[in-house]
């Protein structure tokens, strides 16, 4: 079945560390987006990526990095700079329309719920 | 630079009654996407509906339709004869090459 996998579900992080959540898909798309939601609140952008070995930042990109080095490939890095990591993460991806269109709709992982502990 | 209003923070509906939810969009780019997400208690966000921005006919799928005015920049998205599972946050997107959401709109439908 074609989708996007995010893993884990679940990760307890302690202060300090660094943690990399996971992101693939296998449906072929050029784009690839990563998400924060906090409770009660909208979806704040991350990063994203339209190709493969570049990304973009998003709307909160400070103490976040990424790679893309695989078209289906786009981890996520939550580094002992984030200051209020415990959120939901969401990891989505979409294919490219057309350069005045751009991407069509985006599809959604189940989520990474992480904890600093 | 892009951005989405949802004005409407929370509704809450008796079942088979209609729900309305606005969206008022902004973006300096004159061909673009417009889209509604749906988001179940489980957490996992899920694609509903999609409207081009050189298309401005309404349509009807299902329980689900869509006013959309590019004149206002507006995208208003209705479900009828709501049911209980319906019950979720929705949300308002935009893209071109980055994709925007609004702040979600919380729909309780009461049986």
Redesign the interface.
């Given at each position: 079945d074609g989708g996007i996998t995010q893993s884990p579900k679940y990760l307890f992080r302690k202060e300090g560390q660094n943690v990399t959540l996971s992101c693939e898909q296998n449906l072929n798309h050029d784009a690839m987006y990563w998400y924060r939601q906090d409770p009660g609140q909208g979806l704040r952008l991350i990063y994203y990526s339209q190709i493969v070995n570049d990304f973009q930042k998003g709307d909160i990109a400070e103490g976040y990095s990424v790679s893309r080095e695989k078209k289906e490939s786009f981890p996520l890095t939550v580094t002992s700079a984030q200051k209020n990591p415990t959120a939901f993460y969401l990891c989505a991806s979409s294919k490219f329309r057309d350069r005045e269109l751009g991407n069509t709709e985006a599809f959604f992982g189940q989520g990474t719920r992480l904890t600093v502990v | 630079a892009q951005k989405v209003t949802?004005a409407q923070t929370e509704i809450s509906v008796v079942e088979k009654e209609d729900v309305t939810l606005d969206c008022v969009y902004e973006t300096r780019d004159t061909?673009?996407?417009l889209?509604w997400y749906k988001q179940p208690p489980?957490?996992?966000?899920?694609?509903l509906i999609?409207r081009?921005?050189f298309d401005e006919q309404n349509e009807i799928s299902g329980r689900y339709s869509w006013n959309f005015q590019k004149s206002t920049s507006s995208f208003n998205f209705t479900i009828t004869a709501s049911q209980v599972v319906d019950s979720a946050v929705y949300?308002c997107?935009l893209?071109?090459?980055?994709?925007?959401?609004?702040?979600?709109t919380t729909v309780t439908v009461r049986a």
């Open positions: - | 949802q061909t673009y996407y889209f489980s957490g996992e966000l899920v694609f999609r081009n921005s949300f997107a893209s071109d090459y980055k994709l925007s959401f609004g702040a979600g």
